[in-house]
């Protein structure tokens, strides 16, 4: 497509979430450790499996993903399969992403997971290949105890004689420790973790994204400065200063300016949804309204029914948990599942839930709890 000569904004991909940079900055250390874990695989090697964690933004899965590239690009033994567990949040969608990526089409549903690892695996064997996998937002795994992968690809080498790599990405540094022991003494490999940007490292992180996506010349300094400075309040998060930018460019062009100026970024700052005072005891699960659409969009069909239920208004300041599980059940929600709903929900960060005092005397006084939305 013909670039406008007048545009401000000449391509907008590097200022995009899927952006992957051909440069990784200010993440030398972490890229040099995640390659060193993963070059066995182009040997035909067991890789060492690697959990990688750190606030949002801080780089996590543009590191991983730029690592397997060039993996990839290098060797023609390795088979990559990346899974955000999000929308694969079951072991038996992982191990189809797998099955993918090895060249057989699996399934979701239908055939045991062991059948369907045995069947990855044979056709790995086969082809002389080794897998990397990886798990991205793997914290999304835990709430049905689907991070039982783990132990399925970890063992694969032992129980199937194919070597398969995980990369466990998270934004919580303590899941991994969650684990059933089995699954933590099978997994090993190596901790990686990822630091929040510096609001020096942001601006360079903005500038190098400009100079790809805007008209040269067509910034003020300043405006990259409160995009990183903004970022940087977001804990360190790259992303929100990334979007920020894109945000400010646009204002820019609306006005039918040639040059983002700094007044631009202050008023995209002034319109993000995370720069909006929260309360210091509460500190949000999500950062921008995309990451809170992706949680809800792979929201099972009876979560889906519990969150209708609290954002009704005479809800908002929470239900206790004894009506909550009282609505669900005329939903044929038995109250045994919908526990197991409401704590997967309360894991992803979507509910809040507090103790309050029950009725004195009464059978299970002291345990009800009141639960809200995040």
């Given at each position: 497509?013909?670039?406008?000569?007048?545009?401000?904004?000449?391509?907008?991909?590097?200022?995009?979430?899927?952006?992957a940079?051909?440069?990784?900055?200010h993440?030398?250390?972490?890229?040099?450790?995640?390659a060193?874990?993963?070059?066995?695989?182009?040997?035909?090697?067991?890789?060492?499996?690697?959990?990688?964690?750190?606030?949002?933004?801080?780089?996590?899965?543009?590191?991983?993903?730029?690592?397997?590239?060039?993996?990839?690009?290098?060797?023609?033994?390795?088979?990559?399969?990346?899974?955000?567990?999000?929308q694969?949040?079951?072991?038996?969608?992982?191990?189809?992403?797998?099955?993918?990526?090895?060249?057989?089409?699996?399934?979701?549903?239908?055939?045991?997971?062991?059948?369907?690892?045995?069947?990855?695996?044979?056709?790995?064997?086969?082809?002389?290949?080794?897998?990397?996998?990886?798990l991205?937002?793997?914290?999304?795994?835990?709430?049905?105890?689907?991070?039982?992968?783990?132990?399925?690809?970890?063992?694969?080498?032992?129980?199937?004689?194919?070597?398969?790599?995980v990369?466990?990405?998270?934004?919580?540094?303590?899941?991994?420790?969650?684990?059933?022991?089995?699954?933590?003494?099978?997994?090993?490999?190596?901790?990686?973790?990822?630091?929040?940007?510096?609001?020096?490292?942001?601006?360079?992180?903005?500038?190098e994204?400009?100079?790809?996506?805007?008209?040269?010349?067509?910034?003020e300094?300043?405006?990259?400065a409160?995009?990183?400075?903004?970022?940087a309040?977001?804990?360190?998060?790259?992303?929100?200063?990334?979007?920020?930018?894109?945000?400010?460019?646009?204002?820019?062009?609306?006005?039918?300016?040639?040059?983002?100026?700094?007044?631009?970024?202050?008023?995209?700052?002034?319109?993000?949804?995370?720069?909006k005072?929260?309360?210091?005891?509460?500190?949000?699960?999500?950062?921008?309204?995309?990451?809170?659409?992706?949680a809800?969009?792979?929201?099972?069909?009876?979560?889906?029914?519990?969150?209708?239920?609290?954002?009704?208004?005479?809800?908002?300041?929470?239900?206790t948990?004894?009506?909550?599980?009282?609505?669900l059940?005329?939903s044929?929600?038995?109250?045994?599942?919908?526990?197991?709903?409401?704590?997967?929900?309360?894991?992803?960060?979507?509910?809040?839930?507090?103790?309050?005092?029950?009725?004195?005397?009464?059978?299970?006084?002291?345990?009800?709890?009141?639960?809200?939305?995040?």
């Open positions: 497509m013909p670039v406008n000569e007048k545009q401000l904004i000449r391509d907008e991909r590097p200022l995009l979430p899927d952006y940079p051909e440069n990784v900055l993440r030398e250390s972490e890229l040099r450790e995640l060193e874990a993963l070059k066995p695989a182009a040997e035909g090697r067991k890789p060492q499996n690697v959990f990688a964690f750190g606030p949002p933004g801080t780089g996590k899965t543009t590191c991983a993903k730029h690592v397997l590239k060039e993996l990839i690009d290098s060797s023609d033994r390795v088979c990559v399969a990346i899974a955000n567990c999000w694969n949040n079951s072991r038996q969608a992982i191990l189809s992403r797998l099955g993918e990526a090895a060249g057989m089409p699996l399934p979701r549903r239908g055939v045991a997971t062991d059948e369907v690892i045995k069947r990855v695996a044979e056709m790995l064997k086969a082809d002389k290949k080794t897998a990397i996998v990886l991205d937002e793997f914290d999304a795994l835990f709430p049905r105890g689907e991070e039982k992968v783990l132990y399925d690809l970890s063992r694969a080498n032992e129980q199937y004689g194919v070597n398969i790599g990369i466990a990405i998270t934004n919580d540094a303590g899941l991994l420790a969650r684990a059933d022991g089995r699954i933590r003494s099978s997994f090993g490999g190596r901790q990686l973790e990822f630091k929040q940007y510096s609001p020096v490292e942001l601006k360079d992180i903005l500038r994204r400009a100079k790809k996506a805007l008209a040269p010349g067509a910034y300094d300043e405006a990259l409160l995009c990183a400075a903004h970022g309040k977001a804990g360190g998060d790259a992303r929100v200063a990334i979007e920020s930018l894109l945000a400010a460019a646009r204002i820019a062009e609306r006005r039918g300016a040639q040059k983002l100026e700094e007044s631009d970024a202050a008023v995209a700052v002034k319109q993000s949804a995370v720069s005072p929260v309360s210091p005891s509460f500190e949000p699960v999500f950062k921008t309204a995309a990451q809170l659409h992706k809800r969009e792979s929201l099972s069909e009876a979560e889906k029914r519990a969150m209708e239920i609290l954002e009704k208004p005479e809800n908002a300041n929470g239900i948990s004894g009506d909550l599980y009282a609505e059940e005329r044929g929600i038995k109250e045994r599942t919908a526990r197991n709903y409401i704590e997967s929900l309360e894991k992803r960060g979507l509910i809040k839930t507090e103790a309050v005092q029950g009725t004195p005397g009464a059978l299970g006084a002291g345990r009800t709890r009141r639960i809200r939305l995040a």
